[in-house]
Nanobody, 120 residues
Framework: QVQLVESGGGLVQAGGSLRLSCAAS????????MGWFRQAPGKEREFVAA????????TYADSVKGRFTISRDNAKNTVYLQMNSLKPEDTAVYYC?????????????WGRGTQVTVSS
């Protein structure tokens, strides 16, 4: 079992930055693929970014490529999402996710989410 707790959400103006953190329980964090997803009001949850965990391969949704960066600190059991040049359409609840294999689609473990609101 992996427990995930997100933090770092908040209200920011368009063009600003936020860094989300996700603290994970467990002794084998480094072996997990980690990901970030988001869900805006009235929309389905969508993939944002993922880190493979092995080899450090990262992937991003086209909508955030060049603006968001996923990273991890295995010593701290934490994955981050640095969000720059934020836009109002980035407003959503952001969820951290983990999986033994890959974290881009239907990962096994989810956090409860943290709200990000970008004002225009």
């Amino acid at each position: 079992q992996v427990q995930l707790v997100e933090s770092g959400g908040g209200l920011v103006q368009a063009g600003g930055s936020l860094r989300l953190s996700c603290a994970a329980s467990g002794r084998t964090f480094s072996s997990y693929a980690m990901g970030w997803f988001r869900q805006a009001p009235g929309k389905e949850r969508e993939f944002v970014a993922a880190d493979s965990g092995s080899g450090g391969r990262t992937t991003y949704a086209d909508s955030v490529k060049g603006r968001f960066t996923i990273s991890r600190d295995n010593a701290k059991n934490t994955v981050y999402l640095q969000m720059n040049s934020l836009k109002p359409e980035d407003t959503a609840v952001y969820y951290c996710a983990a999986d033994r294999i890959q974290a881009r689609s239907n990962p096994d473990y989810w956090g409860r989410g943290t709200q990000v609101t970008v004002s225009s």
